[in-house]
């Protein structure tokens, strides 16, 4: 018999939905409290849970080379709903994993609603969790609810939570312009369900370019409330426009670099930046564009992205948007076991604990799903090595990779945050530049996996 025989899990995106999974399929049963669609949020627009309101890639899926490949592969190994579901509902994207959102979403819900020991209630959680509960997940993302914020701020003493991201449009297919533009992907490179030519390029010359920089940052742009006006950026999702405001140049060395690429259409003339889209769904009638999250206005972007050549005669699906993102300072407030320090009966999952990325909030959903699991059977487990992409991630949540006297932020999973690694030596060679940096992250995914499996192993073995 279970010391708690019910978890509760606020919030349905990824992060709730794999901790639901991964506490159903320990024994114990699961309760998924969803807001949608009672009440809807500014990004959502769907009922479904695990949607995705952002881009549909889960960027690379390279597990040898790629720490967030690693982490993908990490997670399949702990029978995730989310890389199971993301797998089977693949678009092709060159090196990286994206999804059909539709799909995907779907997926995820058929699986949470089909599950025996799930229950689904859709309602909006506006406050803590009620001892009476007795184990509760948050993980309601980076659109939790203002009251539920305040209360978490009532909790933890904290002065700030929120945070923005943006999103990028999406456009029509059959509304860009093959004469110019053309099937591409940086390098040729192929990924899961790709051919190498995976992105359609847009080329820009100098000229346009400029005159498309001088565009965006002068273009109008969404008026922030009063309550939003002091949230910071999340670097690692920066607007285009704020890009662009940092030097003329920023952007071709970000997401329009014109590296890897060769235009059919004019092999003479290398582009001075390029525009790439990726498959946004299963159909391929939509594509998105990269890098482009966005807060212009509406009649803005459509101006200003149709300066893009390929791009003049563009319909969009969906046009760019900004949307406020909320987290905690995990590492003061969370303890190894993914607990408030407060109150041992809430764990916090996903985006709102300081992780940034789709996968990245499904993992620590896993592991706070894992966790509560574990300690309702009464076989509490050890955290995942700091080897591994799981441990790694949790580790940096936690305070493990904080400087002295430096700020929490939000963090994508990368090979910072792994311990590090001696390179196995080859007799005769001296591995030297890229070539060294290769055969390090190598030995890291080599190690990272090896110490997973062990992990996984002994969790299996607790709940036997």
């Known amino acids: 018999m279970s010391k708690i025989d019910t978890i509760h899990i606020v919030g349905g995106g990824l992060a709730g939905s794999e901790a639901a999974w991964q506490v159903a399929n320990s024994g114990v049963r699961a309760v998924i409290h969803e807001m949608r669609p009672v009440r809807g949020t500014d990004a959502h627009v769907t009922e479904g849970l695990a949607e995705l309101v952002c881009s549909n890639s889960f960027r690379s899926d390279d597990a040898e080379y790629n720490a967030v490949g690693l982490l993908h592969e990490e997670m399949r190994r702990a029978g995730s709903v989310i890389m199971a579901s993301g797998d089977a509902h693949q678009v092709p994207a060159g090196g990286a994993l994206a999804v059909d959102r539709v799909g995907f979403s779907d997926a995820v819900t058929q699986a949470l609603e089909a599950h025996p020991l799930i229950e689904i209630r859709r309602e909006a959680i506006t406050s803590l969790p009620p001892a009476e509960w007795g184990s509760t997940i948050i993980a309601t993302g980076p659109l939790t609810a203002i009251e539920l914020a305040e209360a978490i701020l009532s909790e933890t003493g904290e002065e700030q939570l929120a945070f923005f991201d943006a999103i990028a449009p999406i456009v029509h297919k059959d509304s860009i312009d093959m004469k110019v533009a053309w099937f591409q992907s940086r390098y040729d490179k192929a990924g899961p369900g790709g051919t190498g030519a995976d992105y359609i390029n847009c080329p820009l010359d100098r000229e346009t370019y400029e005159r ?81 999250q966005t807060k212009l206005k509406y009649g803005a972007q459509a101006e200003i992205f149709r300066m893009i050549p390929g791009l003049e005669n563009a319909e969009f699906a969906r046009l760019g948007g900004l949307h406020r ?30 992780v940034e990325g789709y996968v990245e909030s499904a993992a620590i959903g896993l592991l706070a799903g894992r966790f509560a699991a574990a300690a309702a059977l009464g076989t509490d487990i050890a955290p995942p090595p700091e080897t591994s992409a799981l441990g790694a991630l949790l580790t940096h949540i936690t305070g493990g990779h ?63």
């Open 212 to 292: 498309f920089i001088e565009a965006l940052i002068g273009g109008d742009k969404t008026e922030f409330r009063d309550w939003e006006r002091n949230t910071p950026y999340f670097d690692g999702c920066l607007p285009v426009e704020i890009m662009a405001e940092r030097g003329p140049e920023t952007l071709r060395h970000g997401p329009m670099k014109p590296v890897g690429l060769t235009n059919p259409h004019n092999r003479e003339v290398k582009p001075y930046a390029v525009v790439q889209l990726r498959q946004d769904n299963a159909l391929g009638t939509l594509y998105n564009m990269v890098g482009f």
């Open 402 to 464: 904080i400087a002295e006297g430096a700020s929490f932020q939000p963090m994508n999973i990368n090979f910072g945050l792994f311990p590090p690694v001696e390179i196995p030596r080859q007799p005769g060679k001296r591995l030297r530049g890229k070539e060294k940096i290769r055969a390090k992250r190598f030995a890291i995914t080599r190690r990272a996996l090896a110490d997973i499996d062990i992990w996984l192993g002994r969790h299996q073995e607790a709940a036997e």
């Open 325 to 354: 993102n909320t987290f905690i300072n995990s590492p003061r407030l969370l303890d190894r076991q993914l607990r408030l320090r407060s109150r041992s009966d809430i764990r916090f999952a996903g985006q709102v604990t300081g």
